[in-house]
């Protein structure tokens, strides 16, 4: 079977950083993505990792260690609209399969 | 650019009905994919379609719910005869090929009383 565990949710204020772990348990695996989700909205693509190590973008990171099944996005500067819930994905064959997402709260 | 087109955006209907949700992928993607999105089950794939040829439809919850995507610019998810059971916000995506990172549309919500 296939499982991904995250926080549920996580608090933070603005202008701090923030840290959304993801842990993976799967048959197959190609790499770990992140999406973002804003409440009745859709969701948007953020980061792919299908090697070790870490990925940038702007104020948005994302790792990943395939040995130890773990992977994080780390927001940095966290402005009032980060305010979102946070999915990772594990993509393998062609598929993704989404954890339960964080909700992130971000106050003033 | 236009993004992934779903339609209707909103259904609201009695049980026993049948309902139809409709997508436009974005031009030139190759793989089509459709995801039902609950509080309970959080993000589930239903299926997905690789031109236009279904892949794996091993999320089809049962067989009132049926896909399909005849050409490459539309697909369809069908569900017949609803229950209050369906009632989530159905999602359709699309990316260039499989692996990469997927667009999606911004949902049906479906209401099935």
């Known amino acids: 079977g296939q499982s991904l565990e995250q926080p549920s949710e996580v608090t933070a204020v603005e202008g701090a950083i923030v840290q959304i772990n993801c842990t993976y348990q799967?048959?197959?695996?190609?790499?770990l993505s992140w999406y973002q989700q804003h409440d009745g909205g859709a969701p948007t693509f953020l980061s792919y990792?299908?090697?070790?190590g870490l990925e940038e973008t702007g104020r948005f990171s994302s790792f990943l260690s395939r040995s130890d099944s773990y992977g994080y996005l780390l927001l940095q500067e966290l402005q009032m609209k980060d305010s979102a819930s946070y999915f990772c994905a594990v993509c393998n064959t062609g598929k993704l399969i989404f954890g339960q997402g964080t909700t992130l709260q971000v106050k003033p | 650019d236009a993004g992934v087109i779903q339609s209707p955006r909103h259904e609201v209907t009695e049980m026993g009905q049948e309902v139809t949700l409709r997508c436009k992928p974005i031009?030139?993607?190759?793989?089509l994919f459709w995801y039902r999105q609950t509080m309970m089950r959080g993000l589930e794939l239903l299926i997905y379609f690789n031109n236009n040829v279904p892949i794996d439809d091993s999320g089809m919850p049962e067989d009132r719910f049926s896909a399909k995507m005849p050409n490459a610019s539309f697909s369809t998810l069908k569900i017949q005869p609803s229950e209050p059971r369906d009632s989530a916000v159905y999602f359709c995506?699309?990316?260039?090929?499989?692996?990469?990172?997927?667009?999606f549309g911004d949902g049906t919500r479906l209401s099935i009383l």
């Open positions: 799967t048959s197959g695996f190609y790499g």
């Open positions: 031009s030139g993607h190759n793989s």
């Open positions: 995506a699309s990316s260039p090929q499989t692996d990469q990172p997927q667009h």
């Open positions: 990792n299908a090697l070790d």
